[in-house]
């Protein structure tokens, strides 16, 4: 299964591949021929390598909070938000490569009440300062356990973020919501009363790994 965003590139690619295709066929000269079989080969494996869209079985638990991307964990630490918790939170970093599943899911049940979107800089995704300096989608949603805000964020390859989302919409947790293209981040910042459930370092699922478990 491949996501809807990425429908418009695979059809360019493909058009790509197959004009290199043709043109090595008229090639009888092998050194230039079999590359350019090659590189379309290539091509075409890795755009649909990146924008597969598994089916994924989110847990059923109403007081956690779910991965928004797949990935591996940068940083788990606490920070202040003035933005749209206002207060103490704990944030977890998520750096997608561009071998990950992209497309981004619903952390938590409930209405987006904060949307803004940030033109930037296109640093690595896995600085620190990315989160303050990139190109980036915040976002925010408020559950009946509490407000949570994650970020989808550039990296130095990634050049575009989708995100279907607007203030006032009702989600649901481990629904697709958007994604980023080519190598990114995303950070998500909850309560600082609520528990972590992953560490630096850790493999995660979007919409199936717990990083959250919410207490009062």
């Known amino acids: 299964m491949f996501t809807k965003y990425g429908y418009t590139t695979i059809g360019i690619v493909a058009i790509i591949s197959f004009l290199l295709i043709v043109a090595g066929i008229f090639f009888n000269n092998g050194f230039i021929k079999y590359p350019l079989f090659v590189i379309a080969f290539l091509l075409i494996i890795f755009t649909l390598n990146f924008f597969r869209d598994p089916e994924r079985i989110t847990p059923s638990e109403d007081n ?11 940083f788990v630490k606490e920070v202040i938000d003035e933005k749209f918790l206002n207060g103490k939170a704990k944030q977890i970093s998520i750096f997608m490569s561009p071998l990950n599943v992209h497309v981004n899911r619903i952390p938590i049940s409930g209405t987006v009440e904060y949307l803004k979107h940030y033109e930037g800089e296109f640093i690595a995704a896995f600085e620190d ?15 009946e356990k ?71």
């Open 64 to 74: 956690i909070v779910v991965s928004p991307a797949d990935g591996t964990v940068l």
């Open 129 to 143: 300062k990315a989160s303050e300096r990139n190109e980036r989608t915040e976002i925010g949603i408020t559950s």
């Open 146 to 216: 509490g407000k949570v805000l994650f970020t989808q964020i550039a990296g130095f390859v990634a050049r575009r973020i989708v995100c279907d989302l607007k203030v006032g919409d009702k989600v649901k947790i481990g629904e697709r919501f958007g994604m980023i293209k080519f190598g990114s981040r995303v950070d998500i910042l909850v309560p600082n009363t609520w528990q972590e459930k992953v560490n630096k370092d850790d493999k995660v699922f979007a919409g199936e790994t717990i990083l959250f478990e919410i207490t009062q």
